[in-house]
């Protein structure tokens, strides 16, 4: 039995401990994609897989159905793959280690991967289900879009006949997204040369502790980002000393805030104690700066590291110049919705190579001309710095519908369920819809999901009754759908 056997609904559970059993980090969706394929082949259902590993499975419509429009269910099949200190899975090749205490469902050390894998795993019981009434339905499951939307990018939206879709990739209970921001990634280097240096002091300097989360969701919460910090950190130390870079990483992902960075600075001898201690002034200047968002940020540095080839003074003014002056999270927030969150931009990625620093941005804005004039400026710092700069995985925004049958239709279904109202509004993350809305004429789109917690973390977890509520609310709006 499994881990999650008991909890209801139990076939939810149980599709998504099936699909938890394989790792299905974005890039890497070949087993999960199969295993939603065999699903389909077992019941006898039509599927579609492409090459990218986008899989459709088709449900003919329940009696009385026959003459209804397809609704299309839509969730993604990849998670984000986020780790803490002590974990020992290879999230390449083992599955998930899930717990639940009944209330809550997570997994021991990792990201849970409910974003968005409980989206998939609902849809499958809606197809299993014999009893259902619902029209057509179409469950659509695409691959990498933590990473781009390069899933949805590359599908080929002719095997669709549907013009309602149901993204089931939200994270709170109640609200019902009708917009959201579109975005862009945006990848920087600088090149470097390093030197072998003598009678220099090596540091190495660790950032951590920090709480990290989901760059679009979670970029409004004054969450510290790790790479600003380190890169703030080593431009006032450069201000006292002629250092020079060693190493420097910090993030794994574009769209998640970077919850520790690590470096190694190489100091002359005469200075080392000068340098230690501004470190040490700001182990209480970040602490006293982000002493509610971010309360357990850690600084931790070694003195006296073997010696290696550092890069060149003049590059690690550049480098770190750069970093200092490049813009990093809110930059507008909307004037017309309370509390959105506009444009903004994150530094998800950083790693200084042999021959070059390399960094990556996620930039989102609800707005296209501020997304664009966004990565000009990033563009303007890099390349005055003597780096390249390139852009990939651009996707558009979800622009507010005045009229949406759809949405009418899940609002009703959703006071007829829960007995109170619910709350719509556009988000600042990135939801595929948007690019579905601009692959497919006349598509009417809503998205929502159960309540999940600190996604794209260690700490993410997904609460058991909104599960089930909220698969309910997929069965009232299937029953409406005629």
């Known amino acids: 039995m ?41 019941r006898g259902l039509r599927y579609y897989q492409d090459d990218l590993n986008n899989v459709v499975i088709y449900k003919d419509a329940s009696a009385g159905y026959e003459d209804s429009a397809p609704v299309i269910l839509q969730g993604h099949l990849d998670m984000v793959c986020a780790t803490d200190e002590t974990c020992t899975i290879d999230m390449e090749k083992d599955g998930l280690i899930l717990e639940t205490d009944g209330e809550w469902v997570w997994a021991k050390g990792t990201s849970l991967g409910a974003d968005n894998a409980i989206a998939v795993a609902m849809t499958l019981a809606i197809l299993d289900d014999r009893d259902a009434a619902h029209p057509p339905i179409e469950a659509l499951f695409t691959v990498d879009e933590e990473t781009g939307m390069f899933g949805a990018v590359g599908l080929d939206t002719s095997v669709l006949s549907g013009k309602r879709l149901i993204n089931l990739d939200s994270e709170e209970e109640g609200i019902f997204t009708v917009g959201c921001a579109g975005g862009t990634r945006v990848n920087c280097s600088i090149a470097c040369e390093r030197e072998e240096l003598c009678g220099w002091e090596y540091i190495s300097i660790n950032i951590s ?33 002629d250092i020079r870079l060693c190493a420097l990483s910090g993030g794994n992902l574009d769209n998640v805030i970077p ?20 470190i040490e002034e700001y182990k209480d200047i970040y602490k006293n700066e982000f002493s509610s968002a971010d309360p357990d940020i850690c600084i931790e540095y070694r003195r006296g590291e073997k010696s290696e080839a550092s890069v060149k003074s003049k590059d690690t003014h550049r480098m770190l110049t750069a970093l200092y002056t490049v813009p990093y999270h809110v930059q507008e927030m909307s004037a017309d919705i309370k509390g959105l969150v506009q444009t903004s931009l994150n530094l998800g990625v950083l790693n200084l190579l042999e021959d070059e620093l390399t960094f990556s941005f996620a930039v989102r804005s609800s707005v296209t001309s501020q997304k664009e004039e966004l990565v000009r400026r990033v563009r303007a710092v890099v390349e005055y710095m003597g780096g390249e700069v390139s852009t990939h995985g651009d996707y558009p925004a979800w622009q507010y519908a005045k009229v949406s049958p759809l949405r009418d239709t899940v609002l009703e279904a959703y006071r007829a369920v829960s007995g109170k109202d619910g709350e719509v509004m556009a988000i600042h993350a990135g939801l595929e819809c948007g690019l579905f809305i601009e ?27 909104s599960i089930e509520r909220t698969t309910a609310l997929v069965y009232e709006i299937l029953r409406r759908c005629k």
């Open 2 to 42: 499994g881990i999650l056997s008991g909890l209801k609904p139990s076939k939810v559970f149980e599709y998504f401990e099936m699909l938890s059993s394989v790792p299905h980090g974005s890039g890497n969706t070949k087993a999960i994609s199969d295993l939603c394929v065999e699903f389909a082949k077992e």
């Open 439 to 465: 692959k497919m004429e006349g598509l009417d789109c809503i998205s929502f999901g159960p309540d999940l917690c600190d996604v794209h973390s260690p700490r993410e977890k997904m609460n058991v009754a």
């Open 259 to 278: 919850k520790s960075c690590s470096a190694k600075i190489a100091v002359k001898s005469a200075d080392a104690e000068n340098i230690v201690s501004l």
């Open 209 to 241: 502790g920090l709480r990290g989360g989901h760059s679009g969701v979670e970029i409004d919460k004054c969450r510290a980002s790790a790479n600003r910090l380190m890169a703030r950190m080593l431009y006032h130390l450069s201000e006292l000393s």
